[in-house]
């Protein structure tokens, strides 16, 4: 059977998709929104619906992210198992996504909620590099109560 190599600049392409992915969960687990900003389009569509999130553009959820997740003084995302299609400059990646997080009770207890779930995304190469310009979060599951932050305001 015939092997075929990958081009330079699919390596590429995957290596820096890659290093997006996880330039994410560092924003988001750092709280770092500035940073989140390099990860999306401005006009990309953002679907948090299937975890207990909003669904909207990304300056809409970037606001509801920010205010959700500050009762969470611990984050912790373990991505794994991407899957890239390349197709010039698009993308698609599924993702699976190990989320604990930890959120403070009004008397300061910390009690644990996780999610793991996929990421399904659709990316784009720019003048600043990939981008995710769609993601859609598909749940596998939640352990513990969803938080009230966390609660959608669409629901």
Not at 38 to 43: E, K, L, Q, S
Not at 49 to 61: C, F, H, R
Not at 109 to 138: H, K, P
Request: net charge neutral; with cysteine; glycine share 6%.
């Amino acid at each position: 059977m015939a092997r075929r190599e990958l081009s330079i600049r699919e390596i590429s392409d995957r290596l820096q998709i890659q290093d997006l992915l996880v330039r994410y969960t560092r924003a988001i687990d750092t709280k770092d929104w500035n940073l989140l900003d390099t990860c999306f389009t401005p006009d990309a569509q953002v679907d948090y619906t299937a975890t207990g999130g909003i669904a909207g553009g990304y300056p809409e959820v970037r606001t509801w992210l920010a205010k959700a997740l500050a009762r969470f003084p611990i984050t912790v995302h373990y991505i794994t198992n991407s899957q890239v299609t390349l197709d010039g400059d698009r993308a698609r990646a599924r993702t699976l996504v190990l989320n604990p997080m930890f959120h403070a009770e009004p008397d300061g207890t910390l009690r644990d909620f996780t999610v793991g779930a996929t990421y399904v995304d659709e990316l784009l190469w720019t003048e600043a590099g990939w981008r995710i310009t769609r993601r859609a979060e598909e749940a596998g599951y939640l352990r513990g109560a969803l938080p009230e932050a966390l609660r959608s305001p669409q629901k």
